[in-house]
């Protein structure tokens, strides 16, 4: 069983930025694939980013790329998400996930564990 906690959302500005962290338990977290999903009100949760086990590789979701940057430090049991020149359209619940197959992935189907979510808010 794995456990995740995702922190550093809020309320911010639009064209600000936030940095969202992912914790995660147990001593296998270098061997999962990992990702960000995001879930606004009234739509289905959505992929934003990806990373494989060792951080080599990285996916971003065509509607972040180039505003978001996915990073990991697996000394620290830890996954980030940089978000910059935030929108509007950003708002919603982030969620982490680990895929143990490792490798990256977009679809939320192939991820074993979630954690609770945080709310990030873009005000225009």
């Known amino acids: 069983q794995v456990q995740l906690v995702e922190s550093g959302g809020g309320l911010v500005q639009a064209g600000d930025s936030l940095r969202l962290s992912c914790a995660a338990s147990?001593?296998?977290?270098?061997?999962?694939?990992m990702g960000w999903f995001r879930q606004a009100p009234g739509k289905e949760r959505e992929f934003v980013a990806t990373i494989s086990s060792s951080g080599g590789s990285t996916v971003c979701a065509d509607s972040v790329k180039g505003r978001f940057t996915i990073s990991r430090d697996n000394a620290k049991n830890t996954m980030y998400l940089q978000m910059n020149s935030l929108k509007p359209e950003d708002t919603a619940v982030y969620y982490c996930?680990?895929?143990?197959?490792?490798?990256?992935?977009?679809?939320?189907?192939?991820?074993?564990?979630w954690g609770r979510g945080t709310q990030v808010t873009v005000s225009s």
């Open positions: 147990g001593r296998t977290f270098s061997t999962y694939g």
């Open positions: 996930a680990v895929r143990k197959l490792g490798g990256i992935w977009s679809r939320a189907s192939g991820y074993d564990y």
